[in-house]
């Protein structure tokens, strides 16, 4: 059964080449709807994921100590500075353990990006220089983020993140995104914008306790 239900349909230029979204709705495993969007040949949450529970219905950890956060190693996710307000526009912040959990971070039929799919919308969207813009929304980012368009559809949020350390720090300056992909160590890789900057920046692999923003694209 189909769950999407169509949103919106819309054709534009971008410089001199003609980009076609589709928007739709779709359901997470808690019954709540997301707003997604087709970019190239990937279609992705055009929202940042908010779920507290696995896609098998076992609940995630909600930690909100800041010295617990910082010993875990297993999955988890928290509201920025334990605000439930924050959540309703940026969502949850998670560790990469709830990410890489087997019972599944993302809703039926999607997944959390790897690190080559990141990559692939990106150089869609004309490579790491200039995506940062074409992937920002046009609000919330503090001054001065004039040059984010999000002519993409994507409207990343700059949610911040929580540190190793357990502290939160960035909401409105950055946004940080897991990818699926491990890195060396207890590492994995990420992508990040900041509200300065056109780019997107693929980072040195970040350890696992942080808690950065999810994305999840179709399968």
Known sequence: MNNSISCFFVTFLVSTTMLTYQGFCQTDQEGKTFKTKKIGNQEWMAENLNVSHYRNGDPISQVQDKNEWSKLTTGAWCYYENNS??????????????VNDLRGLAPEGWHIPSDAEWTQLIDYL?????????????????????????????????????????GVDGIGKIGCFWSSSEGDYSNAWDRSMSYYYSDVYRNYPKGKINGFSCRCVRD
């Open 126 to 166: 004309g490579g790491e220089k200039v995506a940062g813009d074409k992937l920002k929304a046009t609000t919330l980012w503090e001054i001065p983020n004039s040059g984010a368009t999000n002519s993409s559809g994507f409207s990343a949020f700059p949610g911040g993140s929580r540190s190793l350390s357990g």
């Open 85 to 98: 307000e924050y959540g309703k526009i940026y969502g949850k912040l998670y560790n990469w353990y709830a």
